[in-house]
């Protein structure tokens, strides 16, 4: 499984909690929506989803019930349409206290969470982690919420569609593909349904458009996993045009 970061705003987080889906916006631009297609690829059904709320915090937990489809019913508030979808539901128990972006940067500072930048959350409101991270944020919210409470199930569960995003591979007169976004897409889909172990071996994490400290971004971010004598290894594999 996955872990995920959410970017949202408190009265469309009400709505999202209310339905058990989220979505990511359309945008005008045909490169930009190949890009925000190839984000939302990597979620897959029992994934690991964290919301920050702007103004909040941190929220927790979730899990993703669904894979990534197209819907542009209408859902949340504004005139915003947010098509790019998935369902998830809440899981393990309620958090009502969330993780304050201090200690987030905190984690930063220490070298324990690296791929999500709170320096551009602005501008993209999905954020794909490593395990090792997802797991230094749980035990934030276990830390803040000492006391069970047992999950708020979800009010009014909307019904997925069951429509495929559209990840289309368009070239222009040269024969060169338009966007790379759209190559992504296609790469990330084929690295989370788990069909390409035969060519680059077992992964664990599957993650695209990475911050780094170089104000760049690696495209896509696996982490192979090795056993050696019954210890198991871990190897970063980054990759960046």
């Known amino acids: 499984m996955a872990y995920h970061i959410f970017l949202i705003g408190p009265d469309n987080f009400v709505i999202t909690l209310e339905r058990g889906v989220y979505g990511l916006p359309a945008v005008d631009r045909a490169s ?5 297609i190839a984000s939302i690829s ?9 919301f920050y709320v702007t103004s909040s915090g941190l929220h927790g937990l979730w899990k993703a019930t ?3 489809f197209f819907d542009d019913s209408p859902i949340w508030s504004g005139e915003q349409v947010y098509p790019f979808r998935v369902c998830l539901e809440p899981v393990i128990r ?48 276990l830390r803040n919420n000492p006391v069970y409470r047992p999950v708020i199930p979800v009010k009014s569960p909307y019904a997925p569609r069951d429509t495929a995003l559209p990840v289309e591979l368009e070239v222009d007169s040269r024969g060169r593909l338009r966007f790379e976004g759209q190559l ?23 993650i695209n458009y990475v911050p780094t400290s ?13 056993q050696v004598d019954s210890v198991e ?5 980054p990759v960046s045009n």
Do not use: C
């Open 184 to 206: 992504n897409a296609w790469i990330t889909r084929q690295l989370v349904e788990g069909r390409l172990k035969n060519v680059i071996g077992e992964y664990r994490d599957v």
């Open 32 to 36: 930009t929506t190949a890009d925000v």
């Open 94 to 141: 309620e958090f009502p206290k969330p993780v304050d972006a201090s200690d987030i940067l905190d984690l930063r500072d220490r070298g324990l969470i690296w791929t999500f930048d709170l320096n551009v959350r602005q501008r993209k409101n999905h954020n794909p982690l490593t395990e090792a991270e997802g797991k230094e944020l749980i035990r934030l919210l």
């Open 214 to 226: 170089f104000n760049t971004v690696m495209d896509l971010f696996l982490t192979h996993v090795t």
């Open 66 to 68: 669904t894979r990534p």
């Open 42 to 50: 990597s979620v897959r059904p029992g994934d690991f989803v964290f």
């Open 233 to 237: 290894y871990s190897i970063s594999s």
